[in-house]
Each structure stands twice: as structure tokens, then as C-alpha cells.
């Protein structure tokens, strides 16, 4: 774990409920620069909420959120409240996220996808972004797909395609949820060798996963989730050796 | 009457039936996508408004509108307006077609995926770069075959425009027909508007084949 890295994420006293039913009841969190952190625990724990919260999918409805230390979302007089438009913009560059079901633009093209954003948001030049497209893609073994539209392609391809979307951005921190879910066991295997590859070169991500061989190897620490709090927290040997009854039982089912 | 100046007599009356048609898709179209924004507005009077809007405008017969638009400004605000016929045309199909529009456009963007948006506010898309970009180029394609079938209606809307006296195609055969005594007129009429609308459905066709190099 690189303990020196500068904090990038910091979540303090993280609250969300919708309809009056408590999902995140008092979430703290903070990751530094080239950590892989992995979130497992139960459905409906708020791993996901989490996550959304994080990357302002969801609004919160208590604590803190900050990047770099400049804060997207404080409390202010019991309220929560959101940094100005401008601020969360800039904020918004330093993540990235990559979704469960891919969400890419069907109607563009595998290259347009990845270039579209850095040319229409952080307005990079059309060829620059395109240089980069291809490293993008040629790392993530998709060299020959630029000109594929995503219906051509597999899950498999689609979620890479995805991940070298939210890179090319080039984004400090990068967030999976469950990135693999709605792929079979072979399509799996390609996406999570990208992302370990990715956590090999020091990408800092945040993974809400159900593999948890996957999260045991690549993760500098792995938080259990349930029912809205973080019931655990550490190392994968601290966590696959835990003595808490939750976790093992929880653990002890993926291992089975 | 020989048979040629009737079909040129008719001919001009195409004309004015294809400048209807036109000029009211130019105005309907934009018209409608503000109604249907209006529509699925967060602000509940916009919403009430544009739902009053289309369920008057669905609800009433087009010949009533179009005679309530032409004699309106004399009757309701004593106004002489010179020449009004055609603008009044336009006016009445214009805003009675926008409110099918706005429902069509309604539709196609409520059936978009949430993720969508989502995928577009975490890359940095602003909401207009969104709607641009990513949600209208996807909702034009979901929406191809039911603006296809309000188009075809349009064209034969547009002999509703006999009720003003507008010497659109209609009027014209059902003038020559009486003057002539003579179904014939009518009948060529009945064809120009079909071969219109299928040269309509081939563009629109056209248009859809063009869009479907992704689903």
C-alpha cells in the first residue's frame, strides 16, 4: 500500500436515504493516489449508492465529499450542500466511472466513443484525442474494433471499450461497478485482466465487485459493506482472515 | 376542358398542396419538440399548459381549427387582416400537428435508458451537450416510423385547406369536377396524392435504412 500518495478521495460521514429507507448511514473513506480499493458485501448493502454518491450520480443527503481536498459536497447548517457549477466541473475531471451495463453511445462508433468527450469537454484536438483513442485501444487489445459500432462487438469488448472511454479522459481515480456482472465467466476474464493491468500501473480504482478472488489479488484493501456501513476494512488477508461472523459467512459462500 | 389543362390546373394546385405540406413540417417539427419539452417541464404550469395545448388540439377537428384561426382575428378582435388565408393555413396545421409531434418526441425520449445520461454527466457532457450529442440523435431514430405516419397524414390533411377556400389540390379537382361535371378530375387528384405519399414513405424509408447501421 503506498501510504505516502496524496489523498484523492475523501468521503466523511457519507449519509443517503431514499423514501425515508436509510441505505448509507455513515460512510468514511479515503483513498490515496495508486491505491486499488475493493467494496464487497451483500445486494442492497449501498455499495452501489456509494459509488453513485461518489461520482455525484446521487445527490447526498449528509457529510462530506472532496477530491484533492477541494470539496464537491460539506455540511452546512445541518443541510448538505454542493459546491458552485463551475467548481464541481472541475472536480468532475478527477473521476471517471465504468458502469455495470457499459452505457456506451450506440450510435457512435468504438472510436468516436472514446474521442467524443475529450474533444466536446475538454475540448483536446480531434487528432490528439484520436492518438490517444488508439493507444487506449491498442493496450486494451481492441486495435482492430475503432471503427466497430458497440452492437458489433461482445461484453466482453464493450466493457473495455467503456474503460478506455473513462481513461481517455485521463482521470485520477477511476470507479467499476461490478464492472463484470453482466458478463459470463470467460467474457470476465478478459475485462478483469485489463483492470488488473490498469492496477499495475498504479491507476487508482475503487471496484464494487462480487469476485472475490479477483478483489483478494489486485486490492491494497478491500471494504465489506452491510447495511449502510462499512462493517470492515482492510487488507485482502486481514479481510479473508477476519474474525467477524458477517464477513466469514459472506466470504465463506464465494469460497464454497 | 381537355385533359391537359386539367392536369395543369391540378398541377398548380399540387403546389400549393406541397407548400402546406412543407412549411408545415418546417414550423411543426421545432414547435413540437418545445411542446413535448414542455410537456415533461419540472414546472407544473409549463406542464399543465402544454398538456391543455395537445389535448385541445388532439381533442378538436383540424377544419374547426383552421376556420377558428382564419376568422378569429375579425371576430374575437375586430381586427381586418389583408390577405391572411394562407399564413392562417399554415398556422392551424402547424400548431395542430405539433401537439402529435410533441407526443411522438415525448415518447421516444422517455424511452431512452437512464444510463444513457448517466454514461453523459460522468464524462462531463453538459445537459445541452447530452440532449445534443447522445439523446436526439437516438430518439430520431425511435421516432422514425410514427413521424412517418403522421407525415403520410399530413399530406392528405392538406385538402382540409378546401374548407378556406385555398386553391390547394382539392378545391381545384372539386371545382373542375363540378364545373366539368366529371368524376375524372377527382380521381387524378386521388392519384396525385398517392404518388406524394409514396415518394414520402420511400424518403422516409431512405432515412431509416440510413439509420440503421446501429440498433
Keep these: 500500500m503506498s501510504e505516502e500518495g496524496k489523498i484523492l478521495l475523501q468521503i466523511e460521514h457519507m449519509k443517503k436515504s431514499f423514501d425515508g429507507v436509510e441505505i448509507l448511514k455513515d460512510i ?153 456482472s453482466a458478463l459470463d465467466p470467460e467474457l470476465t476474464g478478459e475485462v478483469l485482466k485489463v483492470i488488473k493491468e490498469l492496477a499495475r500501473e498504479h491507476m487508482t480504482m475503487i471496484i464494487v465487485t462480487h469476485e472475490m478472488q479477483f478483489a483478494r489479488e489486485l486490492s491494497d484493501r478491500i471494504i465489506f459493506m452491510e447495511q449502510g456501513i462499512i462493517q470492515a476494512e482492510g487488507t485482502p488477508e486481514e479481510i479473508f482472515h477476519c474474525e467477524n461472523d458477517r464477513v466469514r459467512e459472506f466470504i465463506g459462500k464465494f469460497q464454497s | ?94 400548431l395542430n400537428y405539433a401537439a402529435y409531434f410533441a407526443e411522438i418526441y415525448r415518447a421516444g425520449i422517455e424511452s431512452m435508458p437512464v444510463g444513457q445520461y448517466e454514461a453523459a454527466r460522468v464524462l462531463g457532457y453538459s445537459r445541452l451537450q447530452t440532449f445534443v450529442r447522445i439523446i436526439l440523435p437516438q430518439v430520431i431514430k425511435r421516432i422514425l416510423p410514427p413521424v412517418t405516419n403522421e407525415t403520410i397524414t399530413l399530406v392528405k390533411d392538406t385538402s382540409l385547406a378546401f374548407v378556406l377556400a385555398q386553391a390547394e389540390m382539392f378545391t381545384m379537382a372539386k371545382q373542375i369536377a363540378a364545373k366539368e361535371t366529371s368524376i375524372m378530375p377527382l380521381m387524378i387528384a386521388g392519384v396525385f396524392y398517392y404518388l406524394f405519399n409514396l415518394i414520402v414513405a420511400t424518403v422516409m424509408e431512405r432515412i431509416e435504412k440510413s439509420l440503421n447501421y446501429y440498433k
Excluded at chain 1, 92 to 101: A, C, E, I, R, T
Design chain 1, 28 to 180: 468514511s473513506l479515503s483513498v490515496r493516489e495508486g491505491e486499488v480499493v475493493s467494496i464487497i458485501g451483500p445486494s442492497g448493502s449501498g455499495k452501489s449508492t456509494l459509488l453513485r454518491c461518489a461520482t455525484m450520480l446521487e445527490t447526498m443527503d449528509g457529510g462530506t465529499l472532496s477530491y484533492l481536498s477541494e470539496k464537491a459536497a460539506y455540511e452546512e447548517n445541518g443541510r448538505c450542500v454542493y459546491a458552485p457549477k463551475a467548481k464541481l466541473k472541475e472536480i468532475h475531471k478527477n473521476f471517471g466511472l465504468v458502469f455495470q451495463n457499459f452505457n456506451l453511445f450506440p450510435h457512435y462508433s468504438v472510436m468516436k466513443n472514446i474521442t467524443d468527450a475529450p474533444v466536446v469537454v475538454d475540448k483536446v484536438p480531434k487528432k490528439e484525442a484520436e492518438e490517444r483513442a488508439r493507444k487506449l485501444l491498442a493496450q486494451l487489445g481492441l486495435s482492430d474494433k475503432a471503427d466497430a459500432y458497440p452492437c458489433q462487438l461482445s461484453g466482453g469488448q464493450q466493457q473495455r471499450v467503456s474503460i478506455a472511454r473513462a481513461l481517455a479522459l485521463q482521470p485520477k481515480i477511476l470507479f467499476f461497478d461490478e464492472p463484470t
Design chain 2, 1 to 94: 376542358m381537355t385533359l391537359s389543362t386539367i392536369l395543369l390546373q391540378l398541377m398548380k394546385g399540387m403546389g400549393v398542396t406541397a407548400e402546406i405540406f412543407f412549411l408545415t413540417l418546417l414550423f411543426s417539427l421545432p414547435l413540437g419538440l418545445l411542446v413535448a419539452f414542455g410537456r415533461m417541464s419540472k414546472n407544473g404550469i409549463i406542464r399543465t399548459v402544454s398538456k391543455i395545448y395537445i389535448s385541445v388540439l388532439r381533442g378538436t377537428p383540424l377544419m374547426l381549427q383552421l376556420i377558428v384561426v382564419y376568422f378569429a382575428p375579425f371576430y374575437v378582435f375586430h381586427l381586418k387582416v389583408g390577405n391572411y388565408r394562407f399564413p392562417a393555413i399554415i398556422i392551424a396545421f402547424a
